[in-house]
């Protein structure tokens, strides 16, 4: 962009802003009342996309936040200081989220939208209660010095607040760590990412811009019951907005807030009664024909996180001893003994093939290695350290990277920001010195990284997976069957990218069918058999024991 273009779109913007701060001034009642709503759907809309947008956990809890902080303001609106009033919001918003969200973000999909739109129903009849019981009657008057001028100017502070916390989010490793997780929220736990405080985090900051907002818009009203402010038509209106305009960027829902508050107010006049139906089909066309909302249209609109260099200087680990020990580690999953009382070790530069016939437990003995099952008996220590039963992103952070039997990579981040992801909380355990770019180079992906992840053919996500789990700096690389599903020369390829790793000293445990891998590869190998390891030594040596030829070889050897 050249200095010109730069100093016309600053004064285009300047001015932009003047106009938008004299609004008042010379708006005539009727237009500062539009003025008053578009400002307050946005700030609804925009908290809405922070959080559901990146997650893509739909919330239909908005009104329960919003109308919080609009009885917040209506019991103590008329004693209290304003700004004590707007501060009693925020909190009060902020402790319901945090414990709404902490009992429900760990549900998905449906549950959580069911759940969301319960929230706001169960706050509006607990409030209905207190005031019936209480308080002896159902509504509030609220009469306030504030003016509809005041009230214009507040929403405006709180607007460019909002978008002011939204860019820095963005532009922080939460944001990245949030998208990374809409993406795929197994794969960010096992690069590091500990997401359900990620997400409550968001979730809370998101809450505490709605209720605020309930409170700046309670003096509107004059009286506040809970039909006014609990009204669960906010939250499907705020919804709509965000995807119309676009949740997956900050100022997309502004695009979808404009119109559609435009669309509302003719609509409520000329068709009061019908205006749901109405509502419900302006739903169902935006997610049927803009699916990426308005700003999808204008083209790309992912912001991009810092990923260029994730090179950390940590502390030399302890090297004495076995990286790894496996004691006794059983699982089982009712009846069914998955894993059964299965010992080893691990020491550091080593890769260990883990073999045997399909169910016998090489998966699940894995997933109690990463943190994604809970071991039900036995111990696991990683460097001294026991692991056994620890959540995936702090064993990530202690070192232990995987990738998945089913590929798995977040598709809608850019190859770059995959990688980037698995750095952004890694622990002090972990130590390393290489950036994205000398990770992609490494696995062949050098010139691939503002492709989207989604977009790779299958050997290209597996090089992914591989680089995301090397940028964590590991202690010990779990690879679940990284070969299967190579062509003969990807397989040639594949093979020699974990020669390489392990000619740098990565340790590796690798299951894998593919047993021409296991011979050229592997040091050592255990072969496990309906949950119990039946042998263990040098490939050759077990690939011609009778006991694994007949319980795997037998079936097929790759
Ligand atoms: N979450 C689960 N719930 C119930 N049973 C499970 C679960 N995960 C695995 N199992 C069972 O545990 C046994 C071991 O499965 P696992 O996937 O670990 O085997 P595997 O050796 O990795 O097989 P494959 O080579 O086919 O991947 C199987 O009988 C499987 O059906």
Redesign the pocket.
Known sequence: MSGATRTALWCAGLLLAAVVVAYPYYANGYYLALGISILYFTILATAWAMFSGPTRYISLATVAFFGIGAYTAAAFGETWPWPAVLLAAAAIGAVVAAITGLSTLRLSGIYFVIFSFGLAELIRQLVIWYEVNIHKSVGRYLFSAVTQDVLYWQLLGLTALLFLTGFLLGRSRYGLALRAIGADETAASHSGIDATRVKLAVFVISAVFMSVTGAVMAPRWTYIDPSIAFNPMISFQVVIMALLGGAGSLFGPVLGVVPLVLLFEVLTATLPNHFSIVLGAIFVIIVMLLPRGVIGLIGPTRRKAPVSEIATNAPARDQSGPLLRVDDVGKS??G?R??DQVSFEVTRGQIVGII??????????L?VLSGALVPSSGKVRLGGTMIGGLKPHLIARLGIARTF?LVRVMADLTVAENVAAAALFRGAATSGGETTGELLDLVGLGKMQDTPAGDLTYIDQKRLELARALALSPQLVLLD?WLAGLNPSELETGIALIAKLRDRGVTIIM?E?VMDAIRALCGHCIV?NA?SVIARGAPDAVLSDPTVITAYLGEADA
Do not use: Y
Request: charged share 10%; proline share 5%; no cysteine.
């Open positions: 999953f009712g069914l998955a894993v045997g016939p399909n169910g016998s437990g090489k998966t699940t003995l997933n039997q069957e299951v069918h496990m949950g």
